[in-house]
DNA sequence: CGTATGCTCAAACGATCGTTTGATTCCTCG
DNA sequence: CGAGGAATCAAACGATCGTTTGAGCATACG
């Protein structure tokens, strides 16, 4: 077993350039020379310490989901169940999490994975994703849920779905909006949570 | 050049059996050996008639998206510039074509395709998709302008890129909601576009 | 009929993929 | 010190990838 070293060791290594590459250019564009060379190990050590890419790839997802999982279970805890929780409040600890996660300096192109995955349509990787995820969706829906009770649980569903894609969508940062180089990330950051947050509220609230 | 037959020729059996294998497993998961076998054609048809498979998935875009735009323009016509145009109609405009895109026979695996593009993050395409599809955005933003003058022009980009978030997601079918079986898909797609419309009309308007 | 021309075909090309192997190095502990 | 397990390494494995080749087939035109 490796001692603690001032480099990092060569398992967290790999997962830190595998998810870069795996955001770069794809599960199946990444190769595993790519991979290791990136990470500056050797070939086989992928193999070694994961077994397989597969099993690399669960790996990348499992560290991340975990964080966010925590933190928006945690978050969810402050706002929820309370006379005075606002939809905004919800909203706010299901999407704020979110972008930490996916501008934090490591983990910063994790979403991109995940929105790659979305895309994938592996029923394997959904199924992964559901057990990890599930529980998480559940609870904030059914905050929702009573904080809405006007609405039929197909459009409560409905809306919640679409929440998920917007949010999808803004942090994979694949539309028009980029962060411009004068507005440091904290701030951008914020801009996005605030625009997310306004518009999905008025999503949901919609009579 | 081959007369018209009953089969249909072969630069469109290569189209079609790309749209599908390229949804279902990726672009560099699709080999042109599965392809090729699906659609019934000789390995070597796909370089003598589209050149290389890149030039292929170009050619997998251009022909849906010619579609996709010209549906949607027409559409935007009908219903913009009116003093009685509102927010929901032109975003039938702009849904509901992509949403008979993506149901209508042949075709249907295309949006996977599109949201599959966006995940992949390549410059080639954005700027491809950018080329193609920039002026009916723009069209569709300014409309929303007009419809929208409280708004400054930053809040109405970020809302119009929200909204084409939610509607991507929805349309490829990744999200919770899926249809059931026993209901027909004509009305499916109309349920889901009203769900999309009131959504993002919501978004749209809020203050 | 003969000959271009558009197209299809089986076969092969070199490159790259994920994975495995077996030797070698490193470090710990008896 | 010396045995032994953990980790790393260069090298090779078979498979599959996109692409190219050159012969063979079909149809149209003089």
Redesign the pocket.
Known sequence: ???SQAVL??KERILGAAEELFARHGF?G??????TAAAG?????????F????R?IEEVFRRRLDQLNGRRMAALQEVSGQPDTTIEGVLAAFIVPALELSHDGSGSLFMRVLARAFAEHDDTLRRFLSENYGHVMRQFTAEFARLLPHLSKEELYWRVDLVTGALTHAMSGFGMIQRKSDVPEQQHREQTAQHLIRFAAAGLKSP
Chains 1, 2 share one sequence.
Do not use: C, F, I, W
Not at 30 to 35: E, G, H, N, T, W
Not at 41 to 49: D, K, Q, R, S
Not at 51 to 54: E, I, R
């Open positions: 077993m490796p001692a060791p060569t199946e990444a190769s595993l020379r790519q991979l190990v050797n070939l086989a050590a992928v193999n070694y310490h077994g397989s890419k597969d690399l």
